[in-house]
């Protein structure tokens, strides 16, 4: 990867966002690797946070997988932003390459079915993205729910 990323600092990420952010749970830290679970405020979405890191501590590869619930209430990947190169095999390869976007499965149909990511390729964009989901699900979608159903017209 050309862009050099540094890793993410999670106190400083949850001091940033603490009107999203929840609370993060460090589930691995070590020199090389990261993991993490981000919950946030009024929402059932959990961000699960796994970097890998080079020897200069900047991102080498990393998976941000947002997590909503499906209709059941079971755990499903809604988003999923990676970066994570692909030269071996073309067909799974992005104009964006490394950095590409998994869409739910509810609505992928393979998984070469990927979309670029040319802009939100650091934690924080994908942080303000989640927030403006969550203010959709809380304010817009909430609203649709409780409106009165229109009648049909008999014609």
């Known amino acids: 990867m050309d862009k050099k990323i540094p890793a993410t600092d999670f106190n400083k990420l949850q001091k940033d966002f603490h009107k999203i952010i929840l609370s993060i749970d460090n589930t691995v830290s070590s020199r090389y690797k990261r993991e993490a ?6 929402s059932d979405f959990i961000l699960t946070v796994d970097e890998v890191l080079d020897t200069d501590l900047k991102i080498k590869l990393y998976h941000y997988d947002l997590i909503g619930k499906d209709h059941n209430r079971n755990d499903q990947i809604v988003f999923g932003f990676h970066c994570q190169s692909h030269k071996r095999d073309e067909r799974y390869k992005t104009d964006s390459d490394p950095f590409h976007i998994h869409l739910s499965k509810l609505i992928e149909f393979t998984t070469m079915d990927r979309l670029d990511n040319f802009q939100l390729q650091e934690l924080p964009r994908v942080i303000e993205l ?8 809380k304010h817009i979608l909430k609203r649709e729910e409780t409106r009165p159903k229109k009648k049909k017209s008999k014609r």
């Open 37 to 42: 679970k981000i919950k946030f405020h009024d």
């Open 130 to 137: 989640i927030g403006i989901l969550i203010h959709f699900e």
